[in-house]
């Protein structure tokens, strides 16, 4: 079965820090990859999907930046936070299942980082 | 561009009664639609989906959804709600770009059940 590892599960982190939060993906191949952003109250924005290893696209300007260096393994990073990258971040996957057919439509979430930046 | 409208922001309830929670969409070409439930801390996940064939959608803990495409609509239905169905919902809908499908979310409804 599949499953989607994200950590740490919590976060805080004073203003001005580098951030790294990781998403691994196993029990499939070649996925797409997605960051999410939810603050309270404007529900689920997207960051950051990913097609390939290598490939990034970068929904909303921003503080952050993400990279993919292996197919089942997807970082979120920043160089300085700013209070308002508090956030709880999500992390999902869609692809092919291993042994079955190939279908991006849904996309399975992780257990989520919660970031907090003072 | 497509978008999704949840009207509802926090839905209350008692146990055992129906609940309906609405969602609207807004799109130039055939779309996919899903809803999914979110826990407190916890991360999203699937209640059902949508992507073609009946129009009436079954998926887990009970839920049912609508797929009206005159009226945009894709609201999620109980027929009676427990306690733990205290949650987030979200409705999302996607497009095909070239093989990398995103979701749009709506922004949520909270669920609260009441005893």
């Known amino acids: 079965s599949q499953t989607i590892h994200q950590w740490p599960a919590t976060l805080v982190q004073p203003v001005g820090s580098p951030l790294s939060l990781e998403c691994t993906v196993e029990g499939t191949s070649n996925p797409n990859l997605y960051w999410y952003r939810q603050a309270a109250g404007r529900g689920l924005q997207l960051l950051f999907y990913?097609?390939?290893?290598?490939?990034i696209s970068s929904e909303v300007p921003q503080n952050l930046s993400a990279s993919r260096p292996q197919d089942r393994q997807f970082i979120l990073s920043s160089k300085k936070l700013l209070l308002s990258d508090s956030g709880f971040y999500l992390c999902?996957?869609?692809?092919?299942?291993?042994?079955?057919?190939?279908?991006?439509?849904?996309?399975?979430f992780g257990p989520g980082t919660r970031l907090t930046v003072l | 561009a497509q978008s999704v409208t949840q009207l509802d922001s926090q839905v209350p309830v008692f146990e055992e009664a129906p609940v309906e929670l609405r969602c609207n969409y807004s799109?130039?070409?055939?779309?996919?639609l899903f809803w999914y439930v979110q826990y407190p801390n916890q991360g999203l996940q699937l209640l059902l989906k949508y992507l073609s064939g009946s129009t009436l959608v079954k998926g887990i803990n009970g839920f049912e959804a609508e797929f009206n495409k005159s009226q945009t609509s894709f609201h999620l239905r109980k027929p009676s709600v427990h306690i733990s169905d205290t949650a987030e919902y979200f409705c999302?809908?996607?497009?095909?770009?070239?093989?990398?499908?995103?979701?749009?979310f709506g922004k949520g409804t909270k669920l609260t059940v009441n005893p």
């Open positions: 990913s097609v390939g290893i290598g490939q």
């Open positions: 999302a809908v996607s497009e095909s770009q070239g093989g990398s499908e995103k979701l749009v």
């Open positions: 999902a996957w869609s692809g092919g299942l291993a042994g079955g057919p190939v279908t991006y439509n849904e996309q399975f």
């Open positions: 799109s130039s070409v055939s779309v996919y």
